[in-house]
């Protein structure tokens, strides 16, 4: 994975985010207060008005660095920190590198997780984004970086919330009847999964 | 949902620019800030510790109304319930400043905390300034007693602010405004009802669907789902339910002092407020508790939501001297 | 219509009731009335001038908000928008007498001039006490220029009351007193927009109409019917309509110092309010209009009616004065 | 005319009032604020409750001041001293009388109309309850105390409201736009003669 496809992927991410940005604010109103879709769209259009400043030759971590800094500093919110602290881990691991091979993917991937779980005092099983992004991280670790493979455990992981207790955000007020309702941060990562994958499927 | 905006995904900008255009004397913008804001006053040297506050917009006139003289020094204006990022709460931070630390105050979302605990991380390594973080946990339809830590904050932060305001303008230093605002948080409760719901200006989608004829207790500052749906009932039944709540849930008993507010939504009438009060007042007085001070009105909204909250307080004489102190904001002041 | 009520029929007794509660140490009622309050402070005899307000309530904080210091002295509190009647007027008159006449500022209603006039009928006869009335005009979309007497009073009599208080407080005369607020009333210049309608507790039918896109420019603070009805724009929009009618109507020049009030109906947000108030400071700065000081929020209501007015006052150096002095009342204080 | 006779009339009229309080409520929404026959409703159940303590002997005029009384001190908004100001002025010609005769009649109708322009500065034409009171002491005045005339006359009053530019009141504001509504005010004074009319008649 280089550069280009990192673009390629963020600018479809920033389309798909568009797109359902309603059905996002749906879900948290749900369990919150109605805003993820709101605050999502707003840091990936940011994040979409940067890309023509990133040259083919900047390394991801550079790129990725860039979209941690938008995010934390334009979604604000939980998701912001949350998904900020995701890309500035995925920065560090990928430092240096012009090129991610797959080892490197896994130890990002891991590393974001662990990013969130920190920033977010979260485990998996909560009901949050986090449940994705752990489902993702351990399944590319488990059976390396294999594209249709982690697309299906990235859905996994969001339709897995449906069923939890929420513990984490808004929806942790509502307790058993916070089960039923998928959570709107493990949709939007399953989108940024969704469009990751794709990517890297057609470049393949 | 009808509203006097222009662009709804500018309100919060457009809305900063004419509250800094209403109150050039009284508040600012810390340069090259979209939204940090601070009060004048705050930056006169003095050596006080700075109070910061902040956290997501429309809940007017908090909290960027309650930057002055007596209350905070600056505030951090998010995006419409949405908690502020790091960066406008370490501009304030810095600005507010006078090298004898600095207290946040915000209460206890999952948003807030990672984004001014960032914003602390920062002005700590960054800055080298001391930053204290006190985190409003009032609301006591959010959580049971023995999970008190994941209670939210609503109106009842109003209390804490003041507390934390008025030591440091007197001069306190840090350890003692802590001290001082750590024993308002831990003595404030409130209790909620919402009527109707509240829209985002960029969805337009109500915050919650409720019956023709129905009541949420214990519903969010948001429009969070709260604990209990039911029919509306009576003002002195609801006022009852919450005052019921509070009492069972603190410790307040017979010849205490406690600082009231009944604080409206958005779009309940004060009338209705004042009728809220005079329950309140009664039940308080069956129970020989005295009002030492009180507050109606609109002191931290939804928008436009209709219901409102009750907020008890209990002072003794320390924190009476605080709330009774004076207090001087572009949104809010009072006399001693 | 959701609201927090016990009986429709006593709502106006159980918000007197527990706004008496909540401020015990600032108003009281005058003894034996129902509905005629007094501020304390009014009644230490130091000989000012009396200033008595009122009409109907549903305009809260207005006018029962506004006894205080630097404000009004006493208020007869009306049914939800009907005018006090005569006795509660004169027993505020007679407790706030201290010898040197009394003005009632009241708005240009046939119940409200009817009932005042013969309240001031009463005071003289019964009680002699010198009585001056001025009646609040500032509603420019009630009336053409030719028939200004016959425009209404909206939320512009927060002005007035200002500078009648201001100026008694400080110990002009009667003559003085009335001589200023007079000024103040030829001044003053409002204009409103409603979005939405408020409800009266006992009938819970809207007070108007309009649809779900549709505003209406100069409605009436009771839900009277305003001039035009028209698509809702945006807030510049709308905004630009309010203020070119106002400058069209009055003689505001470059160079010219103004107050400014953008008022809340009930249910707008101050969000919006300040997004309209950005407009008006683009505008006035425009024009070279300079604003002296800025009020934003709800000061006049109707109940929950979703809207807002913007006034203006033109000021010279001895209404500035009087817009600047201090007040301090139950529910709206500023300093210096 | 007697104080009984007054009584059974002012029994009835409250009922009226009462059952049509919605009704005048929603014509003052059309012209002005919405609340007439909220404070018709409220002033003549005062009225209403104040009846048990009026006694056979005592005077009309005593009833009829205790009335204006009433309504003043109750109603408030505009109706409150136009109808308190009527009652008074009939208070007034009726003193010293034990029973009304034809002749105190006209004039205490007479008399009541002009107070009301008095106090409203009104005139008749504008469209107000005056063109019920000032069309029925006409009547009066012409053809005697006819009380079928008279009931007549009082809806013939109320209803050419219709057509009338409101000039006083709240409706005034509306110029043109305010004819096709019927004046609430000239209702309210329309039930006042209809029941006035009914008790005399089933006295007669
Ligand atoms: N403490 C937390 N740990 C992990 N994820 C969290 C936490 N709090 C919230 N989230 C995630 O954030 C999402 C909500 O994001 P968003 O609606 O944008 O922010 P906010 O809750 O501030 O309105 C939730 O759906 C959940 O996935
Ligand atoms: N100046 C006036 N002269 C005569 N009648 C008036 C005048 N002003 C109002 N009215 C009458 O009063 C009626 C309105 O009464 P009401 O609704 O009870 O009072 P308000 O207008 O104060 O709400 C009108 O319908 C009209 O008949
Ligand atoms: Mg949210
Ligand atoms: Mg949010
Ligand atoms: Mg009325
Ligand atoms: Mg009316």
Same mark, same amino acid.
């Given at each position: 994975m280089n550069t280009t496809q990192l673009k390629q992927?963020?600018?479809?991410?920033?389309?798909?985010?568009?797109?359902?940005?309603?059905?996002?604010?749906?879900?948290?109103?749900?369990?919150?207060?109605?805003?993820?879709?709101?605050?999502?769209?707003?840091?990936?259009?940011?994040?979409?008005?940067?890309?023509?400043?990133?040259?083919?030759?900047?390394?991801?971590?550079?790129?990725?660095?860039?979209?941690?800094?938008?995010?934390?500093?334009?979604?604000?919110?939980?998701?912001?920190?949350?998904?900020?602290?995701?890309?500035?881990?995925?920065s560090a691991a990928c430092k240096g590198k012009q090129t991610l091979d797959d080892e490197t993917m896994v130890v990002a991937l891991k590393q974001a997780a662990e990013g969130i779980a920190q920033r977010g005092k979260a485990a998996p099983g909560e009901g949050t984004l986090l449940d994705v992004w752990s489902t993702v991280a351990n399944e590319a670790k488990e059976t390396g970086m294999d594209w249709n493979q982690l697309e299906a455990s990235a859905r996994e992981g969001m339709e897995a919330t449906k069923d939890m207790v929420v513990k984490r955000g808004r929806g942790a007020i509502l307790g058993e009847q916070s089960v039923g309702h998928i959570d709107p941060g493990a949709v939007s990562s399953y989108y940024l999964f969704k469009t990751l994958c794709n990517t890297m499927k057609a470049g393949e | 949902?009808?509203?006097?905006?222009?662009?709804?995904?500018?309100?919060?900008?457009?809305?900063?620019?004419?509250?800094?255009?209403?109150?050039?004397?009284?508040?600012?913008?810390?340069?090259?800030?979209?939204?940090?804001?601070?009060?004048?006053?705050?930056?006169?040297?003095?050596?006080?510790?700075?109070?910061?506050?902040?956290?997501?917009?429309?809940?007017?006139?908090?909290?960027?109304?309650?930057?002055?003289?007596?209350?905070?020094?600056?505030?951090?204006?998010?995006?419409?319930?949405?908690?502020?990022?790091?960066?406008?709460?370490?501009?304030?931070?810095?600005?507010?400043?006078?090298?004898?630390?600095?207290?946040y105050i915000y209460g206890n979302y999952a948003g807030d905390i990672m984004n001014f605990g960032m914003a602390s991380d920062l002005a700590d390594m960054e800055h080298d300034i001391k930053v204290e973080s006190i985190i409003v946990r009032d609301d006591v339809a959010s959580a049971p007693k023995r999970e008190k830590e994941k209670r939210r904050g609503i109106a009842g932060e109003f209390f804490v602010t003041k507390v934390a305001g008025a030591a440091s303008a007197r001069g306190d230093d840090l350890s003692e405004v802590v001290r001082l605002t750590n024993k308002a948080n831990e003595s404030v409760r409130s209790m909620g009802v919402g009527l109707t719901p509240c829209a985002l200006p960029q969805t337009g989608k109500?915050?919650?669907?409720?019956?023709?004829?129905?009541?949420?207790?214990?519903?969010?500052?948001?429009?969070?789902?709260?604990?209990?749906?039911?029919?509306?009932?009576?003002?002195?039944? =609801?006022?009852? +339910? *919450?005052?019921?709540?509070?009492? $069972?849930?603190?410790?307040?008993?017979? &010849?205490?002092?406690?600082?009231?507010?009944?604080?409206?939504?958005?779009?309940?009438?004060?009338?209705?407020?004042?009728?809220?009060?005079?329950? =309140?007042?009664? +039940? *308080?007085?069956?129970?020989?508790? $005295?009002?030492?001070?009180?507050?109606? &009105?609109?002191?931290?909204?939804s928008m436009e939501m209709g219901g409102c909250s009750v907020t008890l307080m209990k002072v003794d004489e320390e924190l009476k001297a605080l709330i009774d102190a004076p207090a001087e904001c572009p949104l809010y002041a009072q006399y001693e």
């Open positions: 992927w963020l600018t479809e991410l920033a389309a798909v985010i568009a797109d359902n940005r309603d059905e996002l604010s749906k879900l948290d109103q749900a369990l919150g207060d109605g805003d993820h879709g709101i605050n999502m769209h707003r840091g990936f259009q940011a994040v979409l008005s940067e890309l023509p400043n990133i040259k083919e030759e900047d390394e991801p971590a550079a790129l990725l660095q860039k979209v941690a800094t938008i995010l934390i500093s334009k979604v604000g919110g939980a998701s912001g920190p949350l998904y900020g602290t995701a890309f500035l881990r995925m | 949902m009808k509203k006097l905006v222009n662009n709804p995904d500018v309100v919060v900008d457009e809305m900063i620019d004419g509250y800094l255009k209403a109150f050039p004397k009284l508040v600012e913008k810390v340069e090259g800030s979209g939204r940090a804001l601070v009060a004048k006053q705050s930056l006169h040297g003095n050596g006080k510790v700075g109070i910061v506050i902040g956290g997501g917009s429309g809940h007017e006139p908090a909290f960027m109304g309650y930057i002055g003289r007596g209350m905070a020094d600056g505030v951090a204006v998010g995006n419409i319930f949405a908690s502020p990022p790091p960066q406008p709460i370490v501009e304030a931070t810095e600005a507010v400043n006078q090298g004898n630390g600095v207290v109500p915050s919650f669907v409720l019956g023709e004829n129905e009541m949420e207790i214990g519903l969010g500052h948001h429009g969070e789902p709260g604990v209990e749906k039911g029919p509306l009932q009576q003002a002195d039944d =609801v006022c009852d +339910r *919450l005052i019921d709540d509070i009492l $069972n849930d603190g410790d307040l008993k017979a &010849g205490d002092d406690v600082a009231v507010l009944v604080n409206g939504l958005g779009s309940t009438t004060q009338m209705e407020l004042f009728i809220m009060f005079r329950r =309140v007042e009664q +039940r *308080l007085s069956e129970k020989q508790i $005295n009002i030492h001070r009180s507050y109606v &009105g609109n002191y931290s909204t």
